[in-house]
């Protein structure tokens, strides 16, 4: 049996994944339909999940950041920014995630922010 060898040198990180994402695009829940034309109204608040700014995405490490960490969607709910979902839900959170983009588009979005999350695998 040969013996295991670990090489000496050091490979460079890849470099995080960086996608796009228009936070005053008009937002639709999946699950009761309710529409936003403005975007996500919890957006406009900071997030003390995550130490997100307004009107940033939510910056998970683990990913997911399409959708807004649990606290941000409280907070907005207590302020009056969003009512309880009125689908079968066990939180009464909406699902609103962000379309995200892999490149930035240029003049198509002029609201684009960067965020660390992969584009979804099935993407429209």
Not at 31 to 39: N, S
């Amino acid at each position: 049996m040969r013996p295991h060898r670990i090489p000496t040198a050091t490979s460079p990180r890849p470099p995080a994944p960086i996608r796009w994402a228009n936070v005053t695009a008009p937002l639709t829940c999946t699950r009761c339909g309710v529409t936003w034309m403005a975007g996500d109204p919890a957006l406009t608040l900071p997030c003390r999940g995550c130490d997100a700014e307004p009107g940033q995405p939510c910056q998970r490490w683990a990913g997911g950041n399409e959708n807004v960490c649990a606290q941000r969607d409280r907070d907005a709910r207590e302020a009056g920014l969003l009512k309880e979902c009125e689908a079968l839900t066990w939180d009464g959170r909406h699902s609103k995630p962000l379309r995200l983009w892999a490149s930035s588009v240029g003049g198509t979005v002029p609201d684009a922010v960067r965020t660390g999350t992969p584009v979804a695998r099935f993407a429209a």
